[in-house]
């Protein structure tokens, strides 16, 4: 077998003390590795002595290691950071009205409902179908000119409604053809949950990805 040298010399070193002290090969911190190095300067043969451009190198590709793994430590802390300010963000939403970029879901609270939706195309009219829990037609909304892109409409007949409502929306272009229409859910955020390091607001009885908030109404 080829003797070792250099860095894999010191790291054959120090895995040998750590299973032999703790029966369990550790990683080579920093400060083990300096230690080793210093030992093996010292008991280094004198009739071979380290090459002293095989020391620079050494210690150039540890100083790459340190860096390395510094810039790894730096970018977990900074995962750790944002998400725990995702977090704080999401919780502060409780109790405050989201337009959620999916779903088809609104609460009605006695007060005019907005109801949000994105259009494929410029619509010549928009038709809005509300529902109630057992999928009956409670109520429609119609809707002139509208462009491309989001939109809302408001269903007023939402003041004589209390609870959970779905709703559909068909559109036409000018020409008489079908605008494809995307509807968004809102609601009052009543919950939030956190799983698989991600987050979850609870909206009308339905949890959905913090990620898909499109708008925060003011109170």
Known sequence: MAELNGIDNIIAQYSKTKSTNQGTTQSLGKNEFLKLLVAQLKNQDPLKPMDGTDFAAQLAQFSSLEQLNNLNEGIKNL??????QANAQAVNLIGKEVVIGNG???QASGQPVDLAYELAGAAKTVEIRIFDAEGKLVDTVTTGDQAAGANKATWNGGINHQGTYTFRVSAKGADGGDIAATTLSSGKVTAVSFKNQSIYINVGGQEMP????REVKQA
């Open 79 to 84: 995962g750790v950071y944002q998400m725990s």
């Open 104 to 106: 088809n879901t609104v």
């Open 210 to 213: 913090f990620s898909d908030v």
